[in-house]
């Protein structure tokens, strides 16, 4: 199927509250390298209230503990919803606090425990110890292997029973600095701590994630097309095992 005439529907989950550092750079990586490929992007911004609709990839940024409280309330209220979905096949990616928010719960230092959706089966407790500098990552799944990117988190994460960690930890802490893993999936659902953002560096994971969700919502596997990643690459590489 020639990628030309294509349509990928993207959602951006309440970027009011969860959009720390320049998050939305992984919305508009994602946008960009469909519609240089003459992919049509039909994309919706979910705020607080809206009625959660039908796509192909949902989107959901970071955040301080405040703003997590009020999303988790919202997000909990509609999990039905993002489980049928999930189960449909669509494509989520969520960075450190709206990646917390894809497990059991989150337990923030001195407030009650936040409901998490179950997207992946994973908990988050908060640490004692902020977790801030730059990460690598060497993934089984992705080629080239590495992920880079910077995380700023209390939050130790935990994956369990199913869920796959993106990847082992090269560089910095990741979800919980003990058992080296960073991230997690399950079926097409992607959480990280890598906030940068995350896919302007990483061009192959934004390329992976495009096409789950072409995949889905054409039921058959779609290779894209080369693009010019000169910048890109160059970026990727330079901050490879570089801890700060
Ligand atoms: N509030 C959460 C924590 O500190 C998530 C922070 C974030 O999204 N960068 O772990």
Redesign the pocket.
């Known amino acids: 199927m020639e990628e030309k005439n294509l349509k990928i529907s993207i959602a951006h989950l309440y970027p009011k509250l969860?959009n720390?550092?320049g998050d939305l750079g992984n919305i508009i990586t994602l946008t960009k390298r469909c519609q240089w490929r003459g992919i049509e992007v039909e994309f919706e911004q979910i705020n607080i209230g809206d009625k959660i609709k039908n796509h192909d990839l949902y989107f959901i940024?970071?955040?301080?503990?405040k703003q997590?409280e009020e999303v988790a309330e919202e997000l909990y209220s509609n999990r039905e919803e993002f489980l049928a979905q999930r189960d449909d096949g669509a494509v989520f990616l969520g960075?450190?606090?709206?990646y917390?928010l894809f497990g059991h719960y989150?337990k923030?230092h001195d407030k009650d425990q936040l409901k998490g959706i179950s997207l992946m089966d994973a908990y988050?407790v908060?640490g004692k110890k902020?977790f801030i500098g730059n990460v690598t990552v060497e993934t089984d799944f992705l080629s080239p292997k590495t992920l880079v990117g910077f995380?700023?988190?209390?939050?130790l994460t935990y994956i369990q029973g199913d869920t796959k960690p993106l990847g082992n930890v090269v560089v910095g802490n990741g979800n919980n600095s003990k058992d080296g893993f960073e991230g997690g999936r399950f079926k097409n659902v992607f959480g990280t701590?890598l906030?940068g953002s995350l896919l302007p560096k990483n061009p192959h994971f934004a390329d992976y994630l495009i096409s789950l969700a072409l995949e889905k919502r054409y039921g058959e596997k779609i290779k894209l097309s080369n693009l010019d990643d000169f910048i890109e690459v160059q970026t990727h590489n330079s901050l490879i095992n570089k801890p700060y």
């Open positions: 969860l720390l550092y940024g970071g955040g301080q503990d997590q960075i450190c606090g709206g917390q989150y923030p988050t908060a902020r995380e700023n988190h209390s939050g701590y906030h």
